[in-house]
């Protein structure tokens, strides 16, 4: 059908088991991005769906609010959760209606990304899911159950961009910090001494044994059960700490220069995520701004899995399929923000009543 010579492949941008393995030990190792995640992931909110048809919007309902989504998890809401999650991390989500053997939905699954691969199938407008199996793929068994969303794609490429792109330099930099910190404590921190005794001529010959009693008397002041003891020595004897003249390098500049390319990526204000950097509150709202500009993309992206969910589930119960789907408010701050424009917006056209109604008295007069 298609034979444009430009139609991808996909193979050049597919998503290794590597770069999967890759992107979860970042989750895993720097605690930030992994809580970046999650916050976006609950302050992209909930919704709620409406139908024409009272009768089928309240079976809707009660199928998204019990539908099993997973082990211990039912509801819409946890399986949009963890869908969101894997399209955050992996830049691609693959999930699946599961019906039974009456052809009725019985449950909504999110597939593990390493277990799936996309593939092109000469159309540029669609890509099949395959599933990996032992040495071998095999295409899904019911492809119209199946859906796939992907995050800014890119050119010619079926699988889409993880957040977390660029951010395994800034990662390996941040833990060299932090492990160069601890070792640097490790080091510091726990004191070790150096002692030096010089013996007298008149003790040279009996210097080995003044060491070994200078080394038990020292080692019984310094034993932690021993309490606070005094250490006595005869002859020439020096103590010091061994590293005490050596600078440590101040790791809070280039950390936080790390952090701030991270919250850039993650587009997440700072304050959210514990980190006290001076702000000012025109500051502060411009960031909630970016970020809610940021889960309303994702919202768009969401929207088409939650239309084919509710829709699938409609048609084989007998109802028409089309739903429309209202997102809650982002935060209480819009709410806020509206009563207060609305307050201003009561009060200016008071006045402006107030004027025309004083001109209109001055002219009559």
């Known amino acids: 059908m298609f034979t444009n010579s430009l139609l991808f492949t996909g193979e050049n941008t597919a998503l290794t088991h590597s770069k999967i393995k890759l992107y979860e030990a970042i989750k895993e190792s720097v605690p930030i991005i992994d809580a970046a995640i999650g916050k976006t992931v609950r302050l992209t909110g909930g919704f709620k769906v409406s139908c024409n048809d009272p009768c089928a919007e309240r079976e809707l309902n009660r ?41 009725r939905v019985y449950g909504l699954y999110n597939a593990y990304i390493d277990d799936i691969e996309l593939k092109e199938n000469g159309s540029p407008m669609k890509a099949l899911v395959y599933s990996k199996g032992i040495g071998e793929t095999s295409p899904v068994k019911r492809p119209e159950l199946v859906f796939v969303s992907a995050l800014n794609p890119q050119k010619g490429s079926v699988y889409g961009t993880s957040i977390l792109n660029g951010l395994p330099f800034v990662a390996d930099i941040l833990l060299k910090i932090y492990n160069t910190v ?9 004191v070790r001494y150096a002692i030096t005794y010089k013996p007298t001529p008149e003790n040279e010959r009996n210097a ?13 002041a310094m034993s932690k059960g021993s309490g ?22 101040d790791s ?15 587009s997440i204000p700072p304050f959210l995520l514990g980190l006290s950097w ?14 809610t500009s940021e889960l309303e993309y994702y919202r768009k992206i969401l929207n088409p899995v939650i239309e084919k969910i509710c829709g699938t589930y409609l048609l084989r119960n007998g109802y028409a399929p089309q739903v429309d789907i209202k997102w809650d408010n982002i935060n ?29 008295y001055a002219d009559d007069n």
């Open 63 to 103: 199928f998204l609010k019990t539908v099993p989504v997973g082990a211990g998890c039912v509801g819409i809401d946890q399986f949009v959760s963890s869908y969101l999650e894997s399209l955050l991390t992996y830049g691609t989500a693959v999930g699946e209606i599961v019906t039974d053997r009456h052809g």
């Open 182 to 190: 601890g070792v640097n404590w490790e080091r510091a921190g726990n």
């Open 208 to 220: 080995s044994r003044d060491i070994k009693v200078i080394a038990e008397e020292w080692g019984k």
């Open 228 to 249: 606070v003891s005094d250490f006595i020595a005869a002859g020439d004897v020096n103590i010091s700490v061994i590293g005490a003249d050596g600078a440590v390098l």
């Open 252 to 266: 809070e500049v280039p950390a936080r220069q790390m952090l701030e390319q991270i919250v850039a990526k993650m």
């Open 278 to 291: 001076s702000t000012t509150e025109r500051m502060s709202t411009q960031q909630v701004d970016i970020l």
């Open 332 to 360: 209480l701050q819009d709410d806020v923000q509206l009563a207060n424009a609305r307050y201003t917006n009561a009060q200016a056209a008071l006045a402006e009543q107030q004027l025309k109604g004083g001109e209109n």
